[in-house]
Nanobody, 122 residues
């Protein structure tokens, strides 16, 4: 059974940083691209960042490109999202997901975690 478990969220002041983790089990981690998404209250879930299976290529939406960094450690079967210079508009539940190739479309992803809340106060 595939499990993706996010952690590292919390309450932080504007300008602060967090490191989100996504621990994967039940799949051959290195066979899957990983993605991070977020969903703010009343909004649709949106793609934030993605990383290829070997970690050589990453993708980020423009709104986070200079502030968020996605990475992975295949030996630890864990993906990460380093989030810096947080803004109140970054407040959302952050989810990780897995599929064979990176896609910016939410519906393309096979496996999902339960999410971790990030709240940024002004």
């Amino acid at each position: 059974q595939v499990q993706l478990v996010e952690s590292g969220g919390g309450l932080v002041q504007a300008g602060g940083s967090l490191r989100l983790s996504c621990a994967a089990s039940g799949l051959t981690f290195s066979d899957y691209a990983m993605g991070w998404f977020r969903q703010a209250p009343g909004k649709e879930r949106e793609f934030v960042a993605g990383i290829t299976r070997n970690g050589e290529s990453t993708y980020r939406v423009d709104s986070v490109k200079s502030r968020f960094t996605i990475s992975r450690d295949n030996a630890k079967t864990t993906a990460y999202l380093q989030v810096n210079s947080l803004k109140p508009e970054d407040t959302a539940v952050y989810y990780c997901a897995a599929r064979l190739r990176v896609s910016t479309s939410v519906r393309d992803w096979y496996y999902w975690g339960q999410g971790t809340q990030v709240t940024v106060s002004s």
